[in-house]
């Protein structure tokens, strides 16, 4: 097991990717701590703890700093470390920029980079004090080569690549990894608000002519959470059919 006895924070857990990426650490022997603002969480946790996995769910906005700082003494009270922490919390407010509003802006900033800042720097004294964690961020690939509609998405996808190497840079002596991925199209409940229309122009572009699932972001995370990946730091891999330019 690539994971045995890892204990793995996993933001926006109840659902889509996260919830994907919670399933597959719990296969490979981690145990889980599961924050969202969606109360399916209860419902996650309890089935892996039926399946013979050891989770927890809390209910936690990723942007209250408070909250956050709470969770993160419950969380480790209850496992004693954290070794994983996925930043992968995030929503999308679309519009145009001569259209977007000032609150969308700021939605979509508080939780996709508020919300990273806050949870990497209420855990990163505990993996610091452990001296190991893995850091792993949800970017996109519309970080690389931008988006319709998306100002405040790819700002803060964008940004996400650039903490990264900054926290590879500073933590990297207290034995933590920080590295981020960069999804393409991939079918969940934020995909499935795009109109049907959008969403078939879309399959010119991929190079492999489909969109992915969240297992394979899973898979991805895994990776990077892994030992496996014990000598990359500060990277951005890239899992989109081949779309990025
Ligand atoms: N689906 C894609 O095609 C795609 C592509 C690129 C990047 N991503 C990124 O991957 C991550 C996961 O996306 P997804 O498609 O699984 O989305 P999703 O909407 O299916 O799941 C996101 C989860 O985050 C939770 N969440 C939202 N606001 C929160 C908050 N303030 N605090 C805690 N939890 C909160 C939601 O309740 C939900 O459970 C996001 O960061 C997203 O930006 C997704």
Redesign the pocket.
């Known amino acids: 097991m690539r994971l045995k006895d890892k204990v793995a924070l996993i933001?926006?857990g109840?659902?889509?990717?996260?919830l994907a990426t919670a399933e597959r650490f719990a296969q490979e022997g981690a145990k889980l701590v599961l924050?969202?603002?969606?109360d399916k969480g209860s419902e996650v946790a309890a089935h892996l703890n039926k399946s013979g996995h050891e989770a927890i769910f809390r209910k936690?906005?990723?942007?209250d700093e408070q909250e956050v700082q709470t969770a993160v003494k419950e969380a480790r009270d209850h496992f004693g470390r954290i070794d994983i922490l996925i930043n992968?919390?995030?929503?999308t407010r679309d519009r145009t920029l001569l259209k977007m509003s000032k609150q969308e802006w700021d939605d979509v900033i508080g939780?996709?980079l508020t919300?990273v800042f806050n949870c990497t720097s209420a855990v990163a004294p505990v993996m610091k004090e452990q001296n190991y964690g893995r850091i792993v961020s949800?970017s996109?690939?519309v970080a690389i080569r931008g988006n319709y509609g998306q100002t405040n998405y790819v700002a803060t996808k964008s940004a996400i690549i650039g903490m990264t190497k900054v926290w590879a840079m500073e933590l990297g002596r207290f034995g933590i990894t920080a590295n981020c991925i960069a999804?393409?199209?991939?079918h969940?409940?934020?995909?499935d608000l795009m109109p049907e229309e959008v969403r078939k122009q879309t399959i010119p572009q991929i190079p492999l002519g489909k969109w992915g699932y969240?297992a394979d972001i899973a898979n991805g995370y895994l990776y990077l959470a892994s030992d496996e990946a014990s000598f990359v730091s500060g990277i951005c891999l890239t899992i989109d059919g081949g779309a990025a330019r």
């Not at 992968?88 to 929503?91: F, S």
């Not at 999804?183 to 991939?186: Q, S, T």
Request: aromatic share 6%; hydrophobic share 40%.
């Open positions: 933001t926006g109840a659902n889509g990717i996260g924050w969202d603002v969606s936690v906005s990723v942007t992968n919390a995030g929503i939780v996709n919300g949800a996109s690939n999804p393409g199209f991939i969940t409940a934020m995909t969240p």
